[in-house]
């Protein structure tokens, strides 16, 4: 009975959550990303997906395109899928400059008539930054197609964002390329039913592990079951069908789990309740949660949400830095130094409850050491919030702009349930 029972749990970690087999690399942004990517391009020999919320017409970017048209030209079958609203400036260059060559350019939520900005289903995007090749090796994280010395709306900057993914081989992915093959699928339907349907024949071999996956699969990942060699991992997706919360639930119940310590770090911060919950009673406990958001801010209202919460955490014992020596874009946790993630995902209303994303988390104590240490040295290099900060008539009159406009949003947005 009790072999059944561990045969039995460890099936279902391998469907739906948690496996091994896995080999990760953490890259420090597009300086370490896209040479990686770009050589994994130029060896591929079958195929290469690619999702992505901005793809710019940069000098790195472009590079990058280049490299997909190069690959198209020997014969490799290239896909790419991009926001249309991300992506939106740079559209009619990439259009161009992918003329006359095989790359399937897809665009998710097109911007290119006045009445969709009046859509509310246009407040859900495609967040998500995954890139596969030859079914062999997955890039996933937060890290657009941008060099990271240059901001869309602030312009070029000496130093770069600071920013993360991972280059995965192993078990994860074939579910990654699962994911990105769906979504393009799905942006590119309208315009080449059949071609599309090409990727999901035969429906038990193609479709059924992103069903298994995405469409059937829980809001929590299981427990992790040992051993799971080299690297125990799981590719955790957010999206507007069955797993509309699992991200939320997967940071959130690391942050109810820790014993010694939780560090953050997060562009755009406004969680829900339970997170908030979370992190206080952690704090509350004795564990050492640190916070390392935006001091150089790119939307104000973002810094103002973030700053509506800062006496509330700083109350219960939270430190709370602010990263200023360049613009802060990365997605990424550490708790206990065994459990960490990386990906697409902030821990804010869009990215929680209408954007679609995906994080890798890893259950390992070499990979969360080293994430660990880029932690520490982010936060070494930036400011702590006092005691006083979020104190105050004003920033009492911001809390109430926030709530007031992320509310209104989520309504407009069709967000169901409380926030």
């Not at 959550?17 to 300086?31: K, M």
């Not at 937060?142 to 602030?154: A, E, Q, S, Y």
Request: glycine share 8%.
């Amino acid at each position: 009975m009790r072999l059944n029972l561990r045969r039995r749990r460890r099936a279902r970690a391998a469907e739906v959550g948690f496996t091994g087999g896995n080999e990760l690399e953490l890259l420090r942004g597009g300086d370490e990303l896209f040479p990686r990517m770009q050589a994994a391009i130029r060896h591929a020999h079958s195929d290469i997906w690619l999702a992505t919320y901005i793809f710019h017409s940069d000098a790195t970017a472009l590079a990058l395109a280049d490299a997909l048209i190069a690959a198209d030209r020997r014969g490799v079958r290239v896909r790419l899928v991009i926001d249309g609203f991300g992506s939106n400036g740079s559209l009619r260059e990439l259009r161009e400059r992918f003329a006359g060559s095989g790359v399937a350019l897809a665009v998710f939520r097109p911007m290119d008539r006045w009445w969709r900005w009046l859509q509310p289903g246009q407040l859900r995007r495609l967040h998500q930054k995954l890139c596969v090749v030859d079914g062999a090796v997955a890039f996933v994280g937060g890290i657009n197609v941008i060099d990271d010395r240059l901001d869309l709306h602030h312009g070029p900057s000496e130093l770069p964002r600071l920013d993360f993914a991972v280059a995965l081989r192993g078990s994860l992915v074939e579910l990654v390329g699962q994911s990105v093959r769906a979504i393009w699928s799905r942006a590119w339907l309208g315009r080449d039913f059949d071609d599309a349907l090409l990727d999901y024949v035969p429906l038990r071999r193609r479709l059924g592990l992103w069903f298994s996956q995405v469409w059937r699969g829980p809001q929590r990942l299981p427990e992790p079951v040992m051993p799971m060699a080299p690297v125990c991992a799981a590719f955790v997706l957010r999206d507007n069908l069955r797993r509309r919360r699992t991200i939320e639930h997967a940071y959130a119940d690391a942050i109810a789990n820790a014993r010694g310590s939780v560090d953050i770090l997060c562009p755009y911060f406004y969680p829900g309740q339970r997170i908030r919950q979370a992190l206080r009673s952690a704090a509350d406990r004795g564990v050492r949660v640190r916070l390392l958001l935006q001091g150089k801010l790119d939307y104000r209202l973002a810094g103002w949400a973030a700053e509506a919460l800062y006496a509330e955490l700083i109350g219960h014992g939270v430190e709370i830095y602010e990263y200023t020596p360049a613009f802060l874009h990365a997605k990424v946790a550490v708790v206990d130094g065994i459990w960490a993630t990386v990906g697409s995902s902030n821990i804010d209303p869009l990215s929680l409850l209408l954007n679609l994303e995906a994080n890798v988390v890893v259950h390992d104590a070499a990979f969360a050491t080293q994430l660990a240490r880029e932690v520490d040295a982010a936060i070494a290099v930036s400011q702590r919030v006092g005691e006083s900060g979020g104190k105050g008539l004003r920033a009492m009159l911001r809390r109430a702009v926030v709530a007031w406009f992320a509310y209104v949003f989520l309504r407009v947005a069709g967000a169901a349930g409380r926030y």
